[in-house]
DNA sequence: CTGAAAGCGCTTACAG
DNA sequence: CTGAAAGCGCTTACAG
């Protein structure tokens, strides 16, 4: 490599290509602002100009620019845990779109603690971006009023629990056809004994996804006992003892709603693990259709979320609030599900 | 909510906060900083300044402690492709450490391409950040070295074929497992009809393991003829359809390496739909034990390395480089890979 | 079409 | 222990 000494060189300043270029630093300030100059140049000068930044390797210093201009050109997002798979199609997604638009992407993760997600919005109260993205099971309206308030960003959020007037929102109608597949294993299938694996109680997704179960389980006039609801963490490991709990019960369901794919995988293999035969001696049904859902054997039923859709959805109005009106009335995106059967129910 | 009005609120600055406090800005910085003070400061003045704070809801703005000062509080990372899920206890470590130090984190995907890799770069320049960790495919120490002259980044990476003096390396010793796997498939096994499904050849990751591939099918004195090494681009997509021209070859292997896990997934997956029984038709190996691996059936024997350890290393040691001497000499760690036998060969 | 100057919100020598 | 002042590298009215 020749020197591989990487001494450290003196930054070249605006100043620095002004000064070579035998101009002012508004005129380089003018010719290199990524927003068109109001004033007309003259083509001579901006040749001249953008040789000597090409000679010198200047590059601009986005901290100034942030400092004195509005843009900062970086966006922020906000997912529970970048370890789950459903969500990468959506931060793939907002991450080609940010790239598009020259913007940079920050990630941070809630793991579902409301503590992190306040960390977060601090985080953008200290170094405020153009706009957010989140997934936000704890924060409400009024916290993403404040950071409104305090940073002016503009803010995309998954779920339609966010109802703030200036909040843009991707949602899946997850109630609907949750209900619809808990039906279908009751009528089509015939399952009486029918067990949930929820996580915490107080997640919007969960009210949703919970209270559909029952609604289907009551109006086919089955029981729910309180045995049969099992919490987890949405993690496979969660998955994993929750089974073992449901299958060690006197009177064991036959069949087993999952509150997403990644605890419908955790319950499956342990239930192998344990000699059941799925779907023959239970059934599983997932939610979200990740990935993996077709990887496992038996294929994993599911309802399937697109997760890549919320996130483009969301992305291009972030881009046209940044760039156009921060106070344009909210847009709100539902974006369908769809109950997928495969092999495991 | 009440108002959620959402009027951006005048920002306060650390100069309100020296005017409501009766003391000069000067006072305010060094008890806000989070360098500790070289000058003592009274309690009385520091606790009268962090009730103002409190009172007035300030936040320092980081973008001026940028350009003045020398910490940004944020590091940048550069993978293939968030959604390859090899990355993510990689990624997952380095965020967790990084919040423990107060740094956020940028992240960017190059999908193996050199240009995104440099764009990366060029992002770099313009927002300096303190530190990076990026899992290099064409990078060389060249340009590592241009991005530490131009930006002063503390630099951690993945793949021993960097061998910059002043950037951290972590890496798994892949050629000797790999070559070990190989063998075991030959000796053990019985296979003599072994064929490869590699990534881009200028990829030093393909290098080294198809280099053990090729060595061990030579030490063997089995032939490797060109037709049994195709070339896919580490998805599982490209898994399928390697899988197809092998299994449609005249004289078809019976063994097949994959370059990674997502892969060999797919690889699997339509060797079942075409009818073969793996292992006993066609024999899968992977590389990297994603969680996934465990969750296919048959169940994936493959090459574990660890991510989440070189993540620690890496990041770890990025830290003490930040905040120690930028011109340590440079740290290797090697950590270990294991060929773990389960179902699939 | 171009330039001189103020100012964004901090940090940090320098002076007391 | 505290303050006045310079300056980080830009953008943007203001003036010509």
Redesign the pocket.
Same mark, same amino acid.
């Given at each position: 490599m020749g020197k591989d000494s990487a001494v450290q060189r003196e930054?070249v300043?605006?100043?620095d290509v002004a000064r070579a270029a035998? =101009? &002012?630093? &508004?005129?380089v300030?003018?010719i290199? &602002?990524p =927003?068109p100059s109001r =004033?007309?140049? &003259?083509e001579?000068?901006r040749q001249k100009v953008l040789t000597v930044v090409k000679e010198l390797g200047y590059h601009?210093?986005q901290y100034?620019?942030n400092?004195?201009?509005?843009k900062t050109r970086m966006i922020g997002m906000m997912i529970a845990d970048i370890t789950n798979p459903f969500y990468h199609p959506m931060v793939r997604t907002v991450q080609d779109i940010a790239f598009q638009h020259g913007y940079d992407v920050m990630i941070a993760n809630s793991d579902h603690m409301r503590e992190k997600e306040l960390l977060f919005c601090e985080s953008i109260t200290r170094r405020p971006v153009d706009g957010i993205i989140i997934i936000p099971y704890h924060l409400n309206d009024d916290d993403l009023d404040n950071l409104m308030v305090n940073t002016g960003v503009a803010i995309g959020a998954v779920g339609n629990h966010i109802q703030h007037p200036y909040v843009d929102v991707a949602y899946a109608d997850d109630a609907k056809v949750s209900y619809e597949a808990v039906n279908w294993l009751i009528h089509q299938r015939g399952h009486r004994r029918v067990a949930m694996i929820i996580a915490d109680h107080r997640f919007p997704v969960i009210v949703r996804r919970y209270g559909a179960y029952r609604r289907a389980m009551e109006e086919a006039g089955l029981p729910v006992p309180p045995e049969y609801v099992v919490e987890g963490d949405w993690s496979v490991e969660s998955g994993q003892r929750a089974i073992r709990t449901l299958l060690a019960l006197p009177d064991p369901p036959t069949a087993v709603v999952a509150a997403n794919d990644t605890i419908a995988i955790g319950a499956m293999e342990v239930a192998e693990e344990l000699g059941y035969r799925v779907p023959e001696d239970i059934a599983v049904i997932g939610f979200d259709d990740i990935p993996e859902a077709q990887w496992v054997r038996p294929r994993l039923t599911t309802i399937a979320q697109f997760p890549a859709e919320m996130g483009r959805c969301l992305a291009q109005a972030l881009f046209e609030r940044i760039n156009g009106g921060q106070d344009a009335p909210r847009r709100v995106f539902e974006v369908p599900c769809r109950f997928v059967i495969r092999e495991s129910a």
């Open positions: 930054r300043t605006m100043q035998n =101009v &002012s630093q &508004s005129t300030s003018r290199l &602002s =927003v =004033v007309p140049i &003259s001579e000068t601009p210093n100034a620019r400092l004195r201009g509005k």
